[in-house]
Structure formats: structure tokens, C-alpha cells
């Protein structure tokens, strides 16, 4: 019972997103502690998910928790993961299509990322793409605006600038894959 208490306030920091106190209360187990308890292993497993950035774990071990009691902060767990690559999302991408964005913030359904949308007070176009960055994009804003603009004899689509954001996001992650292998 004591470890299942110990793993239920290892994943209620994580859902806090106190990662530094998270991590003083783990090095103060031992390593064959935490692998040999299924309690205290699942917030350990979370927090490396979280670390190497492979989100669609969270959401997967919300299914597979060691205990019913985990349940509650693992959807405290899957809001602030949301809330995370919200804040990158906006970061990294000027534009992006609607559907593009649910996939990523891992909705399922659609009035569920309209209220994610309107809570985040994002932008959606009609065309179904999410403006984050009104001054950098002027240009592209006018250009989804004024749907008669032409560009070497071809209409501008959302879809174009949608595959500009990913182009932009690609470049983002490599650099900071390249970060993360200076520090390793």
C-alpha cells in the first residue's frame, strides 16, 4: 500500500508538472526499488515518455494504470500533456491545419478540440487552419483572406501553407534532436 501511495504522488508531480521535485523524490529510491515495483515503475515509465517527447505513450498507459486510483491523475497527466504541445505547437508552427493539430493533441473529438481551441483562444479560419502568429504571417493571413491571389498562375492554398508549417516543425525537432545528443 505504501508504494502505491509513493507512485500516486510520483504521477500527481508529473501531472503538476513538477519535474524538479519529481525528480528528488526519485533519487532518493533505489534503481531495483522502482524496476521491481509495478507502482512506482508506471510514474517512472510516464516521465521518460514524457522525456524523449513520445506523447502517444501517455495517452496509451492511461489504459494500462497498475491501480483504478491512478486513473484520476492520469487524466490530470493527459490535460497537461495537451497543455505542452499546445505551447509547442504555437511555437513551432505559425499555421497548421485543424486536423493536424487534434492528431497531435491526441482528441478524438471534434467538440472536444473545439473547446481545447476556444479555451486556448486560437484562431480557426474557415478553411479549418489555426493561425498562431498574426504578425509574422501578415503576408499568409491576407493570402487565405483574399482567396482570388495567384501565384505562378496557381491559387495559394491553406494546404500550402500547412505543408510550410511542417517544413518549419521538421527543421525545429532536428535541431532539437541535435540538442539533446550534445547533452546525452
Known amino acids: 500500500m505504501m508504494q502505491q ?10 501531472a503538476e508538472n513538477r519535474l524538479g521535485d519529481f525528480h528528488s523524490e526519485v533519487e532518493l529510491m533505489s534503481l531495483d526499488k ?3 515495483d509495478q507502482y ?3 510514474p517512472v515509465q510516464l516521465e521518460r515518455s514524457l522525456m524523449e517527447g513520445s506523447y502517444s505513450k501517455i495517452f496509451i498507459a492511461h489504459k494500462n494504470v497498475p491501480a483504478p486510483s ?4 492520469m487524466e490530470l497527466l493527459a490535460n ?7 505551447k509547442n505547437i504555437s511555437r513551432a508552427c505559425p499555421l497548421i491545419s485543424a486536423d493536424a493539430a487534434r492528431k497531435m493533441l491526441f482528441i478524438t473529438s471534434e467538440p472536444e478540440f473545439k473547446t481545447f481551441v476556444d479555451q486556448n483562444k486560437w484562431k480557426l479560419a474557415q478553411n479549418g487552419v489555426l493561425n498562431f502568429d498574426t504578425e509574422r504571417n501578415l503576408i499568409q493571413d491576407q493570402l487565405l483572406i483574399e482567396s482570388d491571389i495567384e501565384t505562378d498562375g496557381r491559387q495559394i492554398t491553406a494546404a500550402d501553407l500547412t505543408a510550410l508549417s511542417y517544413q518549419e516543425v521538421a527543421e525545429t525537432m532536428l535541431g532539437y534532436a ?6 546525452v
Do not use: D, P, V
Open 5 to 14: 501511495l509513493l507512485g500516486l504522488y510520483l504521477l500527481s508531480l508529473l
Open 34 to 36: 522502482i524496476e521491481k
Open 40 to 42: 512506482l515503475s508506471f
Open 70 to 73: 491512478y486513473g484520476y491523475f
Open 80 to 86: 497537461t500533456t495537451r497543455i505542452e504541445i499546445a
Open 178 to 183: 541535435k540538442e539533446l545528443e550534445k547533452i
